[in-house]
């Protein structure tokens, strides 16, 4: 069984400077190599400073994939720790789980 894994890629690093496009690109190449595609979505967020009570908003870019759990476990793991290197980051935000995820063939309906 397959499952949804998503992988949150900042558009830039915590100083505010937009990322480097070689560190997308790397993002990408890595994910066709372990996963074989991507699909890329832009998402915005926000989270609270628990020291500071500041609200921080941001965009990043959203990379699904699909996998076996235990594949998306090991390989996301390992590229959201070298993103957070490359990207100057404190964490990266991956998902994988419980969810099901299916690709449906195409199957016209009988009229």
Do not use: C, K
């Not at 941001?58 to 390992?78: F, H, K, Q």
């Amino acid at each position: 069984m397959q499952t949804l894994a998503r992988i949150l890629v900042p558009t830039m690093d915590n100083a505010r400077h937009p990322l480097a496009v070689d560190v997308q690109e790397y993002v990408e190449t890595a994910l066709l190599d372990a996963f074989g595609g991507w699909t890329r979505s832009v998402v915005e967020g926000a989270w609270r400073d628990p020291e500071t009570g500041l609200v921080h908003r941001d965009s990043s870019l959203a990379y699904d994939v699909l996998a076996s759990p235990e594949r998306a476990t090991v390989m996301l793991r390992a590229l959201a720790a070298e993103l957070a290197y490359r990207a100057a980051q404190i964490v990266v935000y991956t998902h994988y789980g419980a969810i099901h995820t299916e690709l449906v063939p195409a199957n016209r309906l009988a009229a």
